[in-house]
């Protein structure tokens, strides 16, 4: 009896052995981690939040975009547009560069016409030809982090317009060809 102990034991181990170099019996293709690309915008004139990975995978999630676009609406008119899956990436990018996971404070994102003529009336500094109008531009500051460090990280990426409005506190960023001011 014990010479069947010591064999059951041993075959034991070896199974044991043999599980633990073998890893987990789960297929790669399940195991392997999601690359999931998230955003977190607070609209500073409607208080409304959002958290939503807009790509998985590399695969733009649809549902999400339509959500973006409506959250990244004209504010005043209801207005909505496509927003840029570039100007999303971008912004995705710069938020990673600085190393936060915080919301991004949207200023404005899309603008109608009647809203940027109505912007251009009350001083400068709109543009008559806004990428706003395009759906390719936000306005934005990132909770945790001075707009001079988010502007510099828009900047170091090349891969649009940045604005810096130092009093205003916020960033501009587009993507339209790579320029500052």
Do not use: C
């Amino acid at each position: 009896m014990h010479a069947l102990n010591h064999q059951f034991s041993r075959r034991i181990n070896v199974w044991v052995i043999i599980l633990l170099l073998a890893g987990p019996l789960v297929p790669a293709d399940q195991a392997r981690s999601v690359d999931e690309r998230r955003l977190t915008f607070y609209h500073t004139h409607t208080q409304k939040t959002l958290d939503i990975a807009y790509a998985i995978d590399g695969e733009y999630v649809d549902s999400a975009l339509v959500e973006i676009n409506e959250f990244l609406a004209d504010f005043r008119t209801g207005d909505s547009v496509v927003m840029d899956r570039e100007l999303l990436d971008l912004v995705y990018d710069v938020r990673a560069e600085l190393r936060s996971d915080a919301p991004f404070e949207v200023i404005s994102a899309y603008r109608s016409p009647e809203t940027n003529e109505m912007l251009r009336g009350r001083g400068s500094g709109v543009a008559r030809r806004s990428q706003h109008l395009l759906g390719k531009a936000i306005d934005v500051r990132l909770r945790g982090v001075s707009t001079a460090a988010l502007r510099d990280a828009a900047i170091a990426l090349k891969r649009g317009g940045v604005g810096y409005y130092e009093k205003s506190d916020f960033v501009h960023m587009d993507t339209g060809r790579v320029r500052r001011w």
